[in-house]
């Protein structure tokens, strides 16, 4: 499990790898979100720079809330695909101070 460390009012972003032209796309889960809130980062792509078969990274922006410490749980899977086992699973342990 990886921590993440920020301050009330302040904001962290974390990068994770995608796999969206797979229709594989990362969700999130917050313990106490009273703590802590996430929303997804979308960038624009110039027309043509990706090749067949790549994604962008996905980001995600962490904003401190108030002080405390929650986890933060980022699964990677299919929409359609919801009785199967996520691809990924990454845990992070977010202290507000």
């Known amino acids: ?5 920020i301050n009330v009012g302040k904001s962290s972003i974390i ?8 229709g ?3 969700s999130f889960h917050i ?6 809130s996430v929303s ?8 043509g720079t990706l090749k067949g078969g790549e994604s962008l990274s996905e980001k995600f922006r962490i904003q401190g809330i ?5 986890k933060l749980i980022f699964i ?3 929409s359609w695909e919801q009785d199967k086992a ?12």
Do not use: C, N
């Open 1 to 5: 499990m990886e921590t993440i460390k």
């Open 15 to 22: 990068t994770l790898k995608s796999l969206a032209t797979s």
């Open 24 to 26: 594989y796309l990362w």
């Open 31 to 36: 313990d106490h979100k009273e703590i802590i």
């Open 40 to 47: 997804e980062e979308r960038s624009a792509v110039p027309a």
């Open 66 to 70: 108030k002080p405390g410490t929650t």
């Open 76 to 78: 990677q899977k299919r």
């Open 86 to 97: 996520a691809l990924s699973t990454l845990i992070f342990s977010v202290t507000v101070s």
